[in-house]
């Protein structure tokens, strides 16, 4: 989008160039170090950065990518714990993983409103994917101050200049996990999710630091700087801010290749068009087609069970066999132990419920359930008010073979075993004879081809 390399880079070391003509050393660090430094900068570096030239970098270009991100990027942030406090290391599962001090405090994932999980995980996945172009439009806002030199004048700049490195690799390192995460990556040996977690606190830090440092900053050059005159400009007239202290206005700038307002509709367009390959897979019917940049979250056919499938019983080892007549499910409690088969679960009062299932991928879909209540199964075995549920799948292998549900989870007038879904019985693949539908849990819990069901009180423990 700028003008960089457009003209040749010239012969740099006639010429002023940012290093060392503007800065001076810090008290506290050794002058005479430093003033070797900026005596010695490494061959071609200023050359380098010299060819950055593109006229619209500058403090309120910065500042208003700053802005944008400030305002979302904590978003981003809160729906993530917020995911992982709902899919937490308590419920049992293989994914994700303990995360020892860095556990956040647990608290009882609600069961309403039904959508919230929907939300918070929709808004994470696709806020995220849609602030992609912004983050990196404000890496290329910033891109001349890689080749300050020297590279730090004072213990507090070289901290500044480590946090930077923790923030831009932070943010980097989220997406390559997020975008792995939704294709299932973390099936594939190393555990993206819990590297998805720390990721998160080492940039969440680094952001904290970065505002801290730059919000004055970027509030002044967002005062000063053009707001007007940047949406009214063609690409002829514009040109490049005042030189700035930070040195990001090109000391060479070459003419524009495109205007600031073309620049921050490019940005805004890449945004609304990864947002609108995104936003599909929330959706019901043809909408979820539109979701190209998930594969997941597609649409398997038609009819009451063509709704997103995860993991196909093929996938998980289940056959018809195992879901035939011969199948009960055994629900437990203490000594106490109940098998029904699905004429009996059938024969109980049935309940329907419309119900979202909200994958952590990103994907969810809006279905109408029907089934036995998970507290008349309870009753049924004699622990009424069970402090917690322990659901065992008939698949054998696989990292969502169980869960574990808190005593909310159960105890909720729309938590069912299901055992149909918009008025058929559940097909294979959506987990018949049975499967756990509670209101906004994970789609991960929501275990499918359920074997056991094994309701705890406190003393169980
Ligand atoms: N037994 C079992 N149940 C499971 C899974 C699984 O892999 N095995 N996947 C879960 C996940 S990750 C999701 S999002 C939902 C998806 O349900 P669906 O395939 O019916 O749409 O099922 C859940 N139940
Ligand atoms: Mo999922």
Known sequence: MGTDSATPAG??????????????????????????LAAHPPPGLARIADRWRSPLRGPWLTAVFGVVLLATLPLVIITGL?????????????????????RLPQFDWPTRPAWLFRLTQGLHVTLGIVLIPVVLAKLWSVIPKLFDWPPARSVAQVLERLSLL?????????????????????????????AHYFGAWVFTAALVAHVALKLPRMLSALRSGPPRAALTTPRAATRPEPPDPDGLVA????????????????VGGLSLLLGALTVGQSLDGVWRRTALLLPRGRQPGEGPNGFPVNRTAAAAGVG?????????????????????????????????????????????????????RLSDLAALVGAGTPASAHVRSLEKSGLFNQATLQANQVLDPDSLLALGVNGADLSLDHGYPARIIVPALPGVHCTKWVGEIEFRTRTDG
């Open 11 to 36: 012969n740099p070391s006639d010429r002023p160039t940012r290093a060392g003509t503007t800065q001076r050393p810090a008290p506290g660090f050794p002058r005479r170090w430093w003033r070797f």
């Open 82 to 102: 917020l995911d992982y406090l709902a899919y937490g290391p308590q419920f049992g599962q293989a994914l994700p993983r303990d995360v020892g001090w860095l």
């Open 166 to 194: 923790l923030l831009v690799g932070g943010i980097l390192f989220q997406i390559a996990t997020g975008l792995l995460d939704i294709q299932y990556a973390y099936l594939f040996g190393f555990d993206f999710y819990t």
């Open 251 to 266: 000391s060479h700038p070459g003419p524009a290749t495109v205007s600031r307002r073309g620049a921050l509709a490019l």
């Open 320 to 372: 018809a066999a195992d879901a035939g007549p011969g199948w009960r499910v055994t629900l437990r409690a203490g000594e106490r132990v109940v098998a029904l088969d699905r004429a009996a679960l059938l024969a109980m009062a049935q309940h329907t419920a419309r119900l979202p299932i909200a994958c952590v991928e990103g994907w969810s879909t809006v279905q109408t359930w029907t089934g036995v």
